[in-house]
């Protein structure tokens, strides 16, 4: 009978040392999955801080009206910089309030280290006053500078006089008033004494 009793006693002894050994390696896996999910838990946010529907920035000097952006939508991010996904249009307006200057773009940004707007896509800018249209696929304004710029292939048609001016990059007054090309070729009309 004592032979039995220890048998049982030993049996159960064994029964408690593996089902303790079983509770200890699921603590340490339970542990272990816990550091897992706080790894996950911690993960940074990478999107838009902000979103903003139907925005209009207005930029002035002493009162008057000097540039104008109208978006659908910008996303703010957590640096600052600014995402316009749908179109960008932008409105230059010379010292009496008028709209000179017409930019309308696919999509666009700011970037806040540099303090600089970009336009992308489908970039045109018309000039109301010489009936001049420019094309090209980025633009970059400076609010700073107040100059606009880019190191991308444009055009410039006259509409009036049939002129055409193709570049690789050009440096412009905010209002497009005086352009510089960087490397320029074009067809012009001249009239001239013979």
């Known amino acids: 009978m004592l032979r039995v009793f220890q048998s049982a006693y030993h049996r159960q002894n064994m029964f408690c040392s593996r089902f303790f050994a079983v509770l200890v390696i699921t603590g340490l896996v339970g542990l272990s999955s816990c550091s897992n999910n706080d790894k996950k838990i911690g993960a940074l946010y990478e999107g838009p801080i902000e979103i903003v529907n139907n925005v209009q920035i207005r ?19 957590s640096n600052q910089n600014k995402i316009f996904p749908d179109t960008v249009n932008i409105n230059f307006f010379d010292p009496t309030g008028t709209i000179i200057t017409h930019l309308r773009a696919d999509s666009g940004r700011f970037d806040h280290a540099t303090n600089v707007y970009i336009v992308k896509g489908h970039v045109k800018v018309i000039k109301s006053q010489t009936e001049e249209t420019l094309t090209t696929s980025e633009l970059s304004w400076s609010p700073v500078t107040k100059k606009v710029f880019t190191d991308k292939p444009l055009t410039v048609r006259n509409t009036r ?30 009239s001239g004494v013979p």
């Open 59 to 77: 930029y002035s000097e002493q009162g008057l009206p000097k540039v104008q952006m109208v978006t659908p939508l910008s996303m703010t991010y």
């Open 161 to 190: 006089t049939s002129e055409i001016t193709k570049a690789v990059g050009m440096d412009a007054e905010q209002d497009f008033t005086r352009i510089k090309f960087r490397k320029a070729t074009g067809i012009y009309k001249f």
